[in-house]
């Protein structure tokens, strides 16, 4: 526990939910991508219906897609980066994906906060801010 200015105890806020800090990102790709970048969130995590779910299955949809792909220069590597909320970790579809991605030459990252997402985006060269 916490104590607010008037020394009274308060619970600790819990950690962002993902879909906000997906936001974030977002927002932030959409500010501050650098020139020649490309990126994109691959919806793959709704509740769908099963006729849905087996439509999108069996037009490619893959399980454990990384939430954010990117393309870059000088010739457009893929980067993938996985976001889970603080405290937890990939799961083994989500593994899978990103060693596949590695494997074929691509950069890959996964993190748990927005800060590390910014920090990852920076070193990677996709986005113009200063941490």
Same mark, same amino acid.
């Given at each position: 526990?916490?104590? /607010?200015?008037?020394? @009274?105890?308060?619970?600790?806020?819990?950690?962002?939910?993902?879909?906000?800090? @997906?936001?974030?990102?977002? /927002?932030?790709?959409?500010?501050?991508?650098?020139?020649? *970048?490309? *990126? *994109? @969130?691959?919806?793959?995590?709704?509740?769908?219906?099963?006729?849905?779910?087996? +439509?999108?299955?069996?037009?490619?949809?893959?399980?454990?897609?990384?939430?954010?792909?990117?393309?870059? $220069? $000088?010739?457009?590597?893929? @980067?993938? #980066?996985?976001?889970?909320?603080?405290?937890?970790? $990939?799961?083994?579809?989500?593994?899978?994906? #990103?060693?596949?991605?590695?494997?074929?030459?691509?950069?890959?990252?996964?993190? /748990?906060?927005?800060?590390?997402?910014?920090?990852?985006?920076?070193? *990677?060269?996709?986005? +113009?801010?200063?941490?």
């Amino acid at each position: 526990m916490t104590k /607010d200015l008037f020394g @009274h105890r308060i619970a600790r806020r819990p950690p962002a939910l993902e879909f906000a800090v @997906h936001c974030m990102i977002a /927002d932030t790709l959409r500010l501050a991508l650098q020139p020649g *970048w490309v *990126w *994109w @969130h691959t919806p793959n995590g709704e509740l769908r219906n099963r006729a849905t779910a087996g +439509r999108l299955k069996r037009m490619g949809v893959h399980p454990g897609v990384a939430d954010f792909l990117l393309t870059g $220069p $000088p010739a457009g590597q893929l @980067h993938a #980066l996985e976001l889970k909320r603080r405290g937890l970790k $990939p799961t083994e579809a989500q593994i899978a994906f #990103l060693d596949a991605v590695k494997g074929a030459g691509g950069r890959v990252d996964w993190v /748990d906060s927005f800060d590390a997402a910014v920090a990852v985006l920076k070193a *990677w060269g996709a986005v +113009r801010i200063k941490l």
